[in-house]
């Protein structure tokens, strides 16, 4: 075929495509897919799930606290009990930005996607008045973490991300309050816990003000009448365990739980001069904590962390820090190990090298960990036993002023929960005390020893 031939035969051929695509073989541009209208979580006071032949209906219970986080909400349909508000809350926040749909997945066919009338669980969340700002049937489990939605009135069938399908389709008696005892922690001002014939009185020392509004920072942790420097971390352990208590059973009020004679007995106090008691019954064990709160009528059982709290020994809230500097007035950290010896120097830029030895490069996210772990350096506990035997490493910290701090290395060994610990003693100090295994290595990398 001629050159001149074949160029016509091409033009010919574009020509009649072009006619086919004005007449009607264009592409329909995709159409956009819609998105559930936003909520305010805050502003949710009624969630309303149900079928035909079931219905949930939780509440926001007037007054309470002025925070929201800490609104009560209430079972009003078909118990009548109090809710579990975190996982209303949870709930809310799930459809609070919009849910957008991912894909059209059909036209109909609903039964097969579970967004059918009989099946599908509609879900309505309400802020003001009857009419719903929030409304979707919930179906089937889709791809990943999605299911099948479908707009109420519609007959499309999407695919949305939608929170947590489980906690839709739970039964009414899951929603149940499973949080025996919660308060807004900055408004606690002591706790007191008697376990036996010893009481521990904590008392929050004066906040201080900041910024221009006169908002308080809570003050730290005092232990009254206590024999050493009290550490305010683990003060502050205790606080959290008892005004936070989220329980796995809920057990009926008669259930035995050794209340007659308690492990112990925690009377927190608010700001407001309320206070509420909370009693940690004599069958619990390390496993479960069995627990009644005095305003409520059932026994709670959550986990062992709240009673290994409350009946810790005394020693366990010393001070447990080892060392404490500003990381700016350090010139230099080594790590001496194994006869060999890498020091790290500060510049004025607070960036990091290597002064010893030659030729070695410095990580300064690693450098940046050592610097900062250890100008705040605390035992994970001081050691049950008595005894160090030095295994020649040591970290050596030297500030601007020329003084050093140095913190000497001994054996890896397990504790009683068979955690990998290292048993350390900083130089001048007589205490004894074990730093996680995985803490000392993180250290060592930023002298290339990791």
Known sequence: MSPVRKTWLLAGLAAVLAVLNLVGGAVAPPTSLPTLPSVVPDEVTRVVIYTPIERLVLTRQEGGDARPEFAKWRITDPLDFPAD???VRALA???????PMEARVDEGNHEDYGVDDQAGKLVELYTTGDTPAVAVVVGKPAAGSSVFVRIPGGDTVYRADVGSRTRIYQPAADWRDKLAFEVDRDEVVSVDVTRGTETLRLRRLPGRPVGAEGKEIPGDWSLEDAPFAVDTLALDGVVRAVTRIRAGEV??????????????????TLRDGSQE???VGGA???RSTLVKVESRAEVYRTSGQLLRQLTQPLTALRDRTL?????KDVATLALVDGGLTVVLAQGEDETWTVAQPANMAVDQRSALFAVNTLAALRAERFTPTPGFSPSGARFVVTLQDGSTRVVELGPTEKDEDGQPMVRVRVVGSADVAWLRANVVAELKKAFGRG
Do not use: N, T
């Open 323 to 327: 060392l404490r500097f500003a990381r």
């Open 251 to 268: 057990h009926a009020a008669d259930y035995a739980g050794g209340f007659d004679a308690p492990k112990a007995v925690a009377v927190v």
């Open 85 to 87: 508000a975190s996982q």
């Open 284 to 286: 619990s064990d390390e």
């Open 93 to 99: 926040r799930a459809f609070g930005p919009g849910v």
């Open 277 to 279: 008691r909370v009693v």
